[in-house]
Structures are given as C-alpha cells and as structure tokens.
C-alpha cells in the first residue's frame, strides 16, 4: 500500500468572504481584489452578518453605524451623511458609480438594506473609482446574486415600537436541473408609525435577479428592483427654536408640525446587467450598465419663522412638486496579472461612463396660518395649489477613463499607481463642463507578517450639483487628499485594525446657506468655502476575536477650518465613537447570542437668526446606546429582540437649517421571528 502525504487545501472565499464583522477582501478602493491590510486607504465593510445583528433596516442606519460617519436631517423624510467633515455624494451600485444630484427628494439613505449582501464604505478622496474626487468618502451597496444551487429560503416577521410592522421573504433556487441559471428573489413589506404624531409609512420592496453561467467562465446576472415609500403626516423642515419674543421653545420629541394633508411618495425602479468572464491566464473582463428611474410626488407643509409668543400664531409655506429623475450608467473594466522584471503585478484598466436626467413640477409656494401651533392637531385647509409648473429638465453627463496598477516592487513593498481622466458636463439653465485628470498613489510596506504601513495621496476634482440662491450650480471642488496609517491582521488574520491620520486642502466646499433654498425646488441652498482644511484621525477594529466573538468599533477626530481659520459645518461633530459587539456563550447548547454597542458623539453648535439677532444654538456630546439578543428556539427557528436607545437619550438630530430643530429617535424595541430553509 502506498501512503500519500496529506494535502491540505485552503481558500478565503473570494472578494467580500466573511470573517465575524470584517471580510476577507474588498476591491472598492481600487477594483483590485485587496485584503483590508492591503488597501491604503480607510475602508469600513458592513456585511451581513453584522445588519442583521443591529437591525440595520435602511442604508442610512448602517452609515450611521459606520466609523466617521455622521447624519443630519432636514425633516422626516431628507437624510445627508458626512465623512471627515464632508458630505457623502458618491454612491455605488455593485461597484458601478453612477451620478446622484444634491440631497433631496431622493435620499439613498432610506432604501431597504434586504437585498444588499453588505455595504462598503471607503473613507477619503475616491476619484479613481467613482469618477470624481470627493474626500468624504464613496459608498458601495452591494447586491445580493443568485449563487444557491440549491433551494434555500428565508422567512422574517418583525414588529416594534411605534406600530412598526415588517415581512421580509429571501428566496434561492436553481431554475435548470444542473443548477447553471439560478435566481434570486427578495421582498420587504413594511408598515410603520414613529415617534411623531401622525406619522405614519406604507414601504414595499421587491427584488429578483438571474444568474446565468454562459459557460464555465462566463456568469450573466440581471436583475431588477423596485422599492416605494409612502410617508403621510410627513414633516418638511423643522420646529422653530423661539417664540416672537425669543424665548426658547421646549417641544415634545412627538410633536409635529406637519399638516394632515402632508405626504411625500417616492417610487425607485431599475434593471442591470452584469456581465463577467474570466480568463484561462488569469485576467477577468466585466461589464455593467444600469437604468434607474425615482420619481416623487410631494405635497408639504414647513413653519415660517416664529410663533406670537402670546396667541401661538405661525406662517406656514406649502410646497407642491412631482419630480423625476433618471439614471444611466455604464462600467466596463480588465484586471489580471502581468509579469514584469521578474515579478508579477496587477492591472486594471476601464471606461465608466453616466447620464442622470432630472425634471420637476412644481407650484406656487402658498402662504396660509395655523392659528397655534403650541395646540396644533394636523388639522389645516390644503391650500390652493393652481397650476404646476415645468421647472425644466437638466442632465448631467460623465464619461471617464481609468487605470490601476499594483507593483510587488518586494515581497513586503507594494506601490499602487492609478488615475483617471474625467469629463463632466451638466446642460439646462446653468450648463457648464469641466475636465481633469484625477491620480492616485498609494504604498503598502509589511513591517510584520500582520503589520503594514501605508500612505495614499489623491487628487479632488469634483463638479458639484449643489446649487445657490440663482440656481446656478458651484464651482468644481479642487484640491488634494493625504493619508497614512498602521494596519493590522490578528487572530490568524479574523480582526483587522487600522489607525490613520490624514488631510484635506480644498476651494469651493459647499456650505449650507442659512434656510435659502434654490428657486423653483424644495432643495437646500448652498455657498462656496475656498481653503477648507480638514485633518484627523481615525482609530478602527473589525472581525472577530475568537469563533464565538465578534467585535467592530471605531474612534474619529477631524478639525474642519476655511482659509480665515473660522470652523466650517459646525452642525457636524469633530468627534464620533462607534462600537457593537455580539458574543455567544457557551451555554443553553450555543443558541443564545448576545450583544450590543453605542454610538457616541462630541458638541455641535450653529449661529442662527433668532428674533433678538444671531444667537447660537448647542447640543452638547451624548450617547445613544443599544442592545440586541437572539435565540434559536428549535433548528431554523431564531428569535431576536434588538433595544434602540436604551436611555431614552433626547437630542437633535436636526441643527443649522435654518432656525429650526428635530428630534432623533427615543427608545424603541423591536422583536423578529426568522425561519431559514
């Protein structure tokens, strides 16, 4: 008999493989397929694992939940995200970069996190792979595909404070015999209230996609969406700060002051196809194009300066508008492995290239009164609203070339080398285009086999859909973006850390002006600051400790200063605190998981008109903390209950829009039942 040595095969699963909280490789940066130790940047990956653990029901919860990032809402309804001090434009679909305009009637922030298989948040300038240089970061939503070649289902029912109601069906199944074209098909029905009087939202999503092998190196995927949000009782700005008097107002979290006739429907639909093959020498081509259309319908209603300090009399503007808006968008690239002087290196060379289309309709802004909001109901005549008008329709092109190349210059050296060529051009009323080369560089050097230096260097270049008071649009964002840092692999490479520092010099930010809006939208107005300069630090963990524990937290701190010194978007904290953990012990035969985290935030202040002149309004630093528990009853049958806001901490979640606030969440519970197949 003869004996043969054992072989032992390994594999790390592929690009966004998961390990606890973290994942073993991620291209978002760079298209190249990195390990997070070796991308020179900051990258944070929610997977999902790690959604479900929370409870992480839309995108704007999980950004919220990511180091570095804060949110700011106008109202119910309008969410924006910032990073490193600037806010979140640049959102990508299964890698594609597509054109997004200015917070809005739009807001990726609420689309249901069900049919994403994780969340890719990559911090600092991104010009390489979204097109333009923006320095607060990019956010790669990644779909769910269709890779069961067996027939698998999942089953959730939830409900929760505030009437909160949700169905989610996940269903795989093989769709031929020898499982070659498969498919996909997710659902979410949601019915909710919130803490806000009258309030309530009717959400539907639903979501198939095909896999196709054409052959044994090439996959066809093609999938459609469709997602609607129908919020009634909807608020559209804030609550007033003072009385006429300007004596400050002391409002209930529940309290709204939002007409009974308010709504604001929002439907969002596409189709994409992703076509890959993979080469017997080791390169891969891919090509992907998406269509997407949103279209809204709003009827609103928004407080006009100050109640009368004795009557409770106050001026309310309503706002009348159907929008729409289209988007096209193409992405097609090849990397593999080239042998040069001895060693072999990675290239990735495309095109990317986008179209978005938007329109509106809108009517005169009606004057009308509500004789005293402190005693306000909802109930108010609807105004006369007259005919809508046709504020015209405006594009926005962009066309790119791009190019990326990882250098082993050693075995512990690696330099990253890319750029890309970007057009841009918008056309309507305030047409304008713009060109620039956009370059990025980047060094990796292993000072240990779980220890790593790096630095990256990228240039901004971003043509801006921000718009001022006359409707015309900003000039480009210019400038420059540096960062180093220390990554680290522990645990047998299943806990990643990373400590970076870095710095932003750059003209033309654009800054919210006051509560002005740009005629003819229901859009916030901004100005140009020239010499911002941010710089800080961010200190990040992710994966797990041990098979039973899991752990993801993060510390950032950013100083954000225009050229005269004076600080800039001071309604955004300087300092965030995320943690969330989950540990399952060994007891009760390893059903039981428990855990929880906190997010914590510094002071936020703005100088806003009050009816005595400017004064400044503060929140001072809080924590919101949270808990969540899950048990599997019988095999498959799992139970959770995730505690939001377990102190019932009260704080704004709405500061420096004007001279109003709002209100962010109280404490909330939400219990769920899932059964898997």
Do not use: C
């Not at 029901?57 to 995200?81: A, H, I, K, M, P």
């Not at 390489?128 to 769910?144: C, E, F, I, Q, Y």
């Not at 009308?368 to 008008?389: M, R, S």
């Not at 060094?443 to 990228?458: K, P, Q």
Request: aromatic residues 10%; negative net charge; charged residues 20%.
């Amino acid at each position: 008999m003869v004996v043969l040595d054992t072989v032992v095969v390994t594999g790390d699963g592929g690009a966004g493989s998961e390990k606890g909280y973290s994942v073993v490789s991620t291209g978002s940066a760079t298209k190249l397929d990195l390990t997070p130790r070796e991308t020179p940047q900051s990258v944070t990956v929610v997977n999902r694992q790690r959604i479900e653990d929370q409870n992480l029901r839309t995108v704007g919860e999980v950004l919220v939940n990511t180091t570095g990032v804060s949110q700011r809402s106008f109202d119910s309804e309008r969410l924006s995200y910032f990073s490193r001090g600037y806010r979140i434009n640049s959102y990508l679909f299964d890698g594609l970069p597509t054109t997004l305009g200015s917070t809005g009637s739009y807001s990726e922030g609420t689309l249901d996190t069900a049919i994403y298989e994780r969340i890719e948040v990559v911090r600092g300038a991104t010009g390489l792979m979204t097109g333009v240089g923006d320095p607060s970061a990019s956010v790669n939503l990644v779909r769910k595909r269709a890779t069961s070649d067996v027939f698998t289902a999942t089953v959730t029912g939830s409900a929760g404070s505030w009437n909160d109601w949700r169905g989610l069906a996940d269903v795989s199944t093989p769709l031929t015999r020898e499982g070659t074209v498969r498919g996909r098909f997710v659902t979410s029905l949601r019915d909710t209230e919130s803490q806000l009087d009258r309030y309530e939202n009717g959400k539907q999503l639903f979501y198939g996609t095909v896999d196709a092998d054409l052959s044994e190196n090439t996959t066809l995927s093609v999938a459609l969406d469709y997602q609607e949000s129908r919020p009634e009782g909807n608020t559209w700005g804030g609550l007033p700060i003072w009385d006429s008097n300007g004596n400050p107002i002391r409002w209930s979290r529940s309290f709204s002051p939002a007409p009974d006739w308010s709504h604001w429907y929002t439907t969002n639909k596409g189709v994409t196809a992703d076509l890959e093959h993979r080469f017997d020498n080791g390169w891969t081509a891919r090509a992907v194009a998406a269509h997407a259309e949103t279209e809204a319908d709003e009827k609103l209603g928004s407080v006009s300066g100050f109640p009368d300090a004795r009557t409770g009399r106050l001026r309310y503007q309503g706002g009348r508008f159907i929008e729409n808006r289209d988007v096209d968008s193409f992405d097609g690239y090849a990397t593999g492995p080239v042998e040069l002087f001895g060693r072999e290196h990675d290239f990735v060379v495309g095109v990317s290239a986008s179209r978005q289309t938007t329109g509106s309709l809108g009517a005169a802004r009606p004057t009308f009164f509500v004789d005293n909001i402190f005693t306000f109901d909802g109930d108010v005549a609807e105004p006369n609203w007259g005919p809508l008008t046709n504020s015209g329709t405006t594009d926005i092109d962009q066309q790119g070339v791009y190019a990326t190349s990882r250098w082993n210059v050693r075995d512990d050296l690696k330099l990253i080398l890319g750029g890309r060529l970007a057009a841009w051009e918008t056309s309507g009323s305030a047409g304008a285009s713009e060109t620039a080369f956009v370059p990025y560089t980047g060094v990796v050097y292993d000072l240990t086999d779980t220890v790593s230096v790096y630095g990256s260097y990228t240039g901004i270049f971003n043509p801006q859909t921000l718009r001022d008071t006359t409707g015309a649009y900003l000039k480009p964002l210019d400038g420059k973006s540096y960062e180093f840092g220390v990554k680290s692999a522990l645990f047998d490479d299943s806990l990643d850390v990373t400590f970076a520092v870095f710095r932003t010099e750059q003209d033309n930010l654009g800054v919210a002006d006051g509560s002005n809006i740009v005629p003819g939208t229901g859009a916030q107005a901004y100005v140009a600051a020239s010499g911002t300069r941010s710089q800080g630090f961010e200190i990040e963990l992710s994966g797990a400790v041990t098979d039973r524990w899991n752990i993801t937290g993060g510390l950032a701190h950013y100083d954000l200063k225009a050229e005269d010194g004076a600080a800039v978007n001071t309604y955004i904290p300087r300092t965030t605190v995320n943690l969330f953990t989950s540990y399952n012990p060994q007891i009760l035969d390893d059903k039981l998981t428990l855990g929880g985290g906190a997010r914590l935030q510094s002071r936020i202040y703005a100088d806003v008109a009050s009816p005595t002149g400017t004064r400044r309004v503060e929140e001072d630093g809080y924590a919101v903390v949270d808990l969540f528990a899950k048990y599997e009853f019988v095999e498959n049958v799992t139970g959770q209950v995730n505690l939001s806001n377990l102190f019932d901490r009260r704080y704004y979640s709405q500061l420096g829009f004007g001279s109003y606030v709002g209100f962010g969440p109280g404490r909330s519970v939400i219990a769920s039942l899932s059964y898997k197949y």
